[in-house]
């Protein structure tokens, strides 16, 4: 490993969410200051750090920190099915994402932890006339951890310039269910909302403790230069869903033959299900026309992932939800 990459690796998240966007070669014609506040600003630097431990027989929210327009609830034991599960909403003081948002997340599960992370609502990246915004995220699970990150969609309005890398570091003993959902935008709004952004950039990363590569996958998405509407992209799809579960080879198996594939195009679905390399995980991907029944199909194999992982089942959906 170069000791470049150990630099970046060891820089706080809060300062790495200021400088992810400034060498992204797809990111060059962005990098104009916005007129009403410059970028990073203060109200518009988030950061948030959840630490979860376990106390006893139960898992605590242990550390916190938080800045705007990044907050968190108190955690809550809602889930029925696993009573000792602390689950954690994050919430956005300013209800959108903004040009020159400079936004950060830390999650830490320490050994035999467990926790659910959420958010409030759908992520909605606004318009922007200049820059960008940009996000990172970084979990660590440690031995015998299980985490849960199933945040609500990201749905990039009209000209909206996004970048977001994710880095997963986890035990070899512990597991990850982690779910990111893109939305082609507010297709209902106005005709050029449907795939109207300018950028969506996304990297996501996974290593063990030691540092070690497990897989990265990066996809940018410009669809104003490139349709999303072409065969093998989105062809006639508007959301994207992918759900990475990093958990010992042990289940692999149990879970792909659970999960059967899907494609059909009159009803607007398709979803499958890949090993992922290196034997660290699954990866469970999902195409969809209405955001509902893709969260169905994400409900579905999160379910099957935890009776498998777990032995227990999800809690009944909520009627809000």
């Not at 969410?17 to 203060?42: F, N």
């Not at 400079?102 to 599960?109: G, K, Q, S």
């Not at 992520?123 to 199933?150: C, D, P, W």
């Not at 508007?238 to 009803?267: S, W």
Request: glycine share 8%.
């Amino acid at each position: 490993m170069t000791s470049q990459l150990l630099n970046i690796l060891n820089t706080p998240s809060r300062l790495l969410a200021h400088t992810i966007g400034q060498d992204a070669p797809e990111l060059a014609r962005y990098q104009d200051e916005p007129r009403q506040m410059r970028s990073g600003a203060v109200g518009k630097s988030g950061y948030l750090l959840l630490g979860f431990e376990l106390r006893g027989k139960r898992s605590v929210l242990a550390n916190m920190e938080r800045r705007v327009p990044s907050l968190v609830q108190m955690a809550l034991y809602w889930d029925e099915q696993m009573p000792d599960l602390p689950c954690v909403t994050m919430i956005s003081t300013t209800g959108c994402v903004l040009q020159g948002d400079r936004l950060a997340t830390d999650v830490t599960v320490g050994p035999g932890a467990c926790g659910h992370v959420t958010t409030q609502s759908a992520t909605k990246v606004h318009s922007m006339n200049a820059n960008y915004a940009a996000q990172i995220q970084n979990f660590r699970v440690e031995e015998g951890g299980y985490l849960e990150f199933l945040p609500d969609p990201v749905i990039p309005h009209r000209n909206a310039r996004f970048i977001t890398h994710t880095r997963i570091q986890v035990h070899p003993t512990a597991t990850v269910i982690y779910c990111d959902m893109l939305m082609s935008g507010r297709k209902y709004h106005h005709v050029d909302e449907r795939f109207g952004f300018d950028l969506y950039s996304s990297r996501v990363s996974a290593e063990n403790l030691e540092g070690r590569e497990l897989f990265v996958e990066k996809y940018i998405l410009q669809p104003k230069t490139d349709s999303l509407d072409a065969t093998g992209v989105m062809q006639t799809f508007d959301i994207l869903a992918n759900v990475i579960l990093l958990t010992p080879k042990e289940h692999h198996a149990r879970i792909i033959e659970r999960i059967p594939a899907l494609f059909d195009q009159a009803a607007g679905q398709a979803s499958g299900v890949s090993r992922l390399p290196n034997n660290c995980g699954l990866i469970f991907k999902v195409l969809g026309n209405d955001s509902g029944e893709v969260k169905a199909q994400i409900r579905a194999f999160w379910t099957v992932a935890r009776e498998e992982i777990k032995g227990i089942s999800v809690q009944p959906k909520f009627l809000w939800r």
